[in-house]
C-alpha cells in the first residue's frame, strides 16, 4: 500500500452535534442508483463529520484507478462533502488498496484499523470488522497475503488494465463459488472484547457482515452498519448511523438532510 499516514484515534471538539458512519456501499459503476443515493447523502447531510468504516468501493486496484469516469466522479463527491466537514475512511476488504493518492484528491483522512473516536464525552472503538471474523479461515489467509506489501508492491506494478481485468477474473470465481446467497462470518466475542478492554471502551461500531443492527452483549455494545444495495429490488436497503449526545439512531439517507 503506498505511504500514507492513519489516524488511530479522532477526538471530535465540543461543537460537534451529531456524527455520521456508514460502510460497505460497494460503489460500483453497474449499481447507479446506489452510487446516486451514496452522493445525494454525501451532499445532504447535516452530520458534522462523517466516517466511513471500509468497503466504500466494490474493487479498488489502486490509486490510479481514480482517474477513471465513474471513481472519478466518486472522489470529486467526497472532496464536495469535506469542504463542510471532516471525513475519515477505513479500509474494507474490497478497498484495502485506498492509499495516499486517493486521500490527498478527496481530501479525506485515513483511519487505523481498529480505531477510536472520542465524542460528546465517550469513546468507541471503529473498525470494518473483518478482521474479526476469524471463522471465515480461507478469507483470513487470503486477507494475510494480500494486506502483504511486498504482495501489494507486485500487484501494483502491473498496469492498471491488468490489476482490472485480474480483479474482474477474481470476482467472478468468486460468484461462481457462491451459488446461493453468501452468509458472511459473524466477529469473533473473545477478540471483540480484547479490543475494546485494550481501546478503553464498551462500545464498537463496524461493518462488513451485512447483519445491521445494534445489539447489548454480555459487558458490551454493539453497533452493525448495514450495507447499501438500491439496484436489487428484492433486497432494496441502506442505512446511516448517526451519533449524538442523545445516543445512536438508524437513519434512511435522505433523513440525515435537512
Do not use: K
Not at 53 to 60: C, I, S
Not at 181 to 190: E, M
Amino acid at each position: 500500500m503506498t505511504s500514507a499516514s492513519f489516524l488511530p484515534e479522532v477526538r471530535l471538539d465540543g461543537a460537534v452535534r451529531a456524527v455520521d458512519f456508514i460502510s460497505d456501499i460497494h460503489l460500483a459503476e453497474n449499481m447507479p442508483a446506489t452510487a446516486a443515493a451514496w452522493e445525494a447523502f454525501l451532499a445532504g447531510t447535516t452530520a458534522d463529520a462523517l466516517f466511513l468504516l471500509g468497503d466504500v468501493f466494490e474493487v479498488w486496484v489502486g490509486d490510479d484507478a481514480r482517474e477513471r469516469p465513474f471513481e472519478a466522479r466518486c472522489v470529486a463527491a467526497l472532496a464536495r462533502a469535506v469542504r463542510r466537514m471532516p471525513v475519515y475512511v477505513q479500509h474494507g476488504n474490497r478497498d484495502f488498496l485506498l492509499g495516499a493518492g486517493f486521500a490527498h484528491a478527496a481530501g479525506v483522512q485515513l483511519l487505523a484499523d481498529p480505531c477510536t473516536v472520542s465524542a460528546f464525552g465517550r469513546r468507541v472503538l471503529v473498525t470494518h470488522g473483518d478482521e474479526l471474523c476469524v471463522e471465515d479461515v480461507p478469507y483470513q489467509l487470503f486477507r494475510q497475503q494480500v494486506r502483504d506489501p511486498a504482495y501489494q508492491a507486485q500487484f501494483l506494478a502491473q498496469s492498471l488494465e491488468a490489476r482490472l481485468a485480474l480483479a474482474a477474473r477474481m470476482r467472478a470465481a468468486s460468484r461462481e463459488r457462491h451459488d446461493e446467497p453468501v452468509t458472511f462470518a459473524d466477529v469473533d466475542p473473545p477478540m471483540a472484547r480484547a479490543w475494546l478492554a485494550a481501546a478503553g471502551t464498551d462500545t464498537m461500531i463496524h461493518g462488513h457482515t451485512h447483519r445491521p443492527g445494534s445489539q447489548a452483549l454480555e459487558g458490551w455494545t454493539r453497533h452493525v452498519l448495514s450495507d447499501w444495495d438500491l439496484d436489487a429490488p428484492e433486497r432494496r436497503r441502506a442505512e446511516v448511523l448517526r451519533w449524538t449526545a442523545a445516543g445512536f439512531a438508524r437513519l434512511a439517507p435522505e433523513q440525515a438532510g435537512p
